[in-house]
């Protein structure tokens, strides 16, 4: 799902992009670190709680072992 989000993220971007004429520089870096940003964001959140998740999954599994 966070596949998806993120090549959502680059689409929007690369049409944000196309869209700009060729002397928007600085409109293009701001539409290109906006997209990184999000992307990062959204990325590490992902791995951030699927990483807190599987810790207290296998903390209440090992309790029940004991």
Known sequence: ???LGDAAII?????G???LDASADAQSVAILTSAF???STMT???FGIR???NTA???????RTE
Request: proline fraction near 0%; aromatic fraction near 4%; charged fraction near 0%.
């Open 37 to 39: 940003t999000a992307i």
């Open 57 to 63: 999954q296998s903390s209440i599994t090992a309790g």
């Open 11 to 15: 689409a929007a971007s690369i049409v």
């Open 1 to 3: 799902m966070v596949v």
């Open 44 to 46: 590490t959140a992902y």
């Open 17 to 19: 992009i196309l869209a």
């Open 51 to 53: 990483a807190a998740t």
